[in-house]
């Protein structure tokens, strides 16, 4: 099982990014897969989650209505699409996968994804005032 990162960058406040997690070994649409980030002092945070399996999708509050998080089975790859970013988004973002089959692990919860997530190496995100 393998996740890789990518789409990371530097970008002006106001900007936006597009961040793929594309995955082999595993079906992303099988799992619930998350977004986190992780700011230098910071712990890591959870951002979006999708669960195509679930029908189930979460934002945080500091990026609801500012990201969006998508799935394409055909690429196995899951999309993180940021617009009107800040300075507060600068982190290094992570995807992880887990889960099992059509139950929604998308609520806002983290413990599984650290128990027995399958994580990327990350992508840094750096959003420049």
């Known amino acids: 099982v393998q996740l890789v990162e990518s789409g990371g960058g530097l970008v002006q406040a106001g900007g936006s990014l597009r961040l793929s997690c594309a995955a082999s070994g595993l079906t992303l649409d099988d799992y619930a897969v998350a977004w986190f980030r992780q700011a230098p002092g910071k712990e890591r945070e959870e951002v979006s989650c999708?669960?195509?399996?679930?029908?189930?999708?979460y934002y945080s509050n500091s990026v609801k209505g500012r990201f969006t998080i998508s799935s394409d089975k055909f690429s196995n790859t899951v999309y993180l699409q940021m617009t009107s970013l800040n300075p507060e988004d600068t982190a290094v973002y992570y995807c992880?996968?887990?889960?099992?089959?059509?139950?929604?692990?998308?609520?806002?919860?983290?413990?599984?994804?650290?128990?027995?997530?399958?994580w990327g190496q990350g992508t840094q995100v750096t959003v420049s005032s």
């Open positions: 999708i669960s195509v399996s679930a029908g189930s999708i």
């Open positions: 992880v996968a887990t889960g099992n089959y059509g139950i929604d692990y998308c609520d806002g919860t983290v413990a599984s994804f650290f128990r027995s997530g399958s």
